[in-house]
């Protein structure tokens, strides 16, 4: 009966029950090796003779609230073929365990739905045990992500704490799976991910990235044969900053106290999409009138909403046609940030082409950005950053993202 409550409970077979009892408040298991099943651990020959043996004891699955361990004298044996004494595998737990592999199913079970201090609790062991069998869980199932077959990819860093540290992250845009994860930013954080994109002979077709310098060089140095798209948030973002600092600049300029009333507070509203302007908040009507107020400004806004349709274009040939017409009209401005920035998108166009080519984006990977920070509120950050790597390397299968 105990026999049979050990395979079915606890997916313990082919060892003896020897006895049952408690201690504790705990129950104990006690089992014994079959003579006639052991074998050497290095060859599996069955030409052993019994050298001693040594008493463990192992958690398993509570039954209720009362913790179970498994009691067994592992048996230690002299193997005739390799001439070695040896301590036998046990069949329900892995070496240097404290625990039985069904617990470790169980706590994983547990870590879908529960943070690592609730599980150790629940289950009476330390929190270093439950993260430990997280990290194992990892290790095996995301330890080296796969990068065959990939063709488009995104690139991008994320900030994790205080004293600017970051990590450059790497998705697969096909999948969603994050498959590089690099400490710092920069080139420097993704040649661990090269050298394995070429030892496995990867041929990625494009790549999505901001207009940082050091991921252009990178690129174009590992990866001379994939098109480099330059992202439209990133564009835009880099648009809108240099806006924000010309409205700034023009706002300091203007002596008449009315003229200042109108353009305080109108940043946000010329960084706003028109289409998210509130109306009955009269949003529209304050930047109308701070825009008929200001040339200048009024030329910097409307630019920027002419650059946006660059990407609802059809073809790469109205996309180049349309960024010379836009980098024409931003020098005829006048203006140094209008021309400062024609700059930029004249030396940064085959980026931009490229997307007709290759419709991707980073768009993906800010969404995973959000997910890791969201994953550090939730632990109260990481001491171990191989564990938080590895979490990330997780996260796009939301059956296996553990709680932290």
Known sequence: MSTSLLYHGFGIVGYRHIRTRFENGAIVFRIAH???????????????????????????????????????????????????VRQVKLAFADRRRTYTRAFERCALELSRVMTICDVAKYLGVSWGTIGQIQKSHLVRRYGRPKLKHI???????????????????????????????GEGKGADALTAFFDRLKRCACAVKAVAIDMSPAYIGAVLENLPDAAIVFDHFHVIKLYNEKLSDFRRALYHEVERTS??????????????????????????????????????????????????????????????????????????????????????????????????????????????????????????????????????????????????
């Not at 069955?46 to 958690?59: A, N, Q, T, Y």
């Not at 205080?162 to 498959?179: D, M, Q």
């Not at 200042?260 to 509203?269: D, F, H, N």
């Open 151 to 181: 063709e488009r990819i995104a690139i991008d860093e994320i900030s994790i704490g205080k004293g600017h540290r970051y990590l450059t992250v790497v998705l697969n845009l096909k999948t969603g799976a994050v498959i590089h994860v």
């Open 259 to 404: 003229d200042k009333k109108v353009l305080k507070g109108t940043r946000w509203l010329l960084l706003k999409n028109p289409e998210n302007l509130n109306l009955e908040k009269g949003e529209a009507h304050r930047l109308a009138q701070a825009l008929q107020l200001n040339q200048p400004l009024a030329a910097a806004y409307y630019l920027k909403e002419d650059l946006r349709q660059f990407w609802k274009l059809s073809s790469k040939a109205e996309g180049k046609k349309h960024l010379r017409h836009w980098i024409k009209k931003a020098e005829s401005t006048g203006i140094p940030m209008l021309i400062k920035f024609a700059k930029t998108i004249q030396a940064h166009m085959f980026g931009l082409l490229s997307f007709f080519d290759h419709p991707i984006s980073t768009g993906p990977l800010e969404g995973t950005n959000n997910k890791i920070k969201t994953l550090q509120k939730q632990a109260y950050g990481f001491r171990d950053l191989q564990f938080f790597k590895l979490k990330i390397f997780a996260l796009h299968e939301s059956k296996y993202a553990l709680v932290g």
């Open 34 to 84: 079959d003579r006639f099943s052991l074998r050497c651990p290095n060859c599996r020959s069955k030409r052993v003779i019994r050298r001693g043996s040594v008493m463990r004891r192992f958690r398993t699955v509570p039954i209720g609230k009362k913790p179970v361990f498994i009691e067994i004298a592992v048996q230690r044996v002299y193997c005739k073929a390799c001439k070695v």
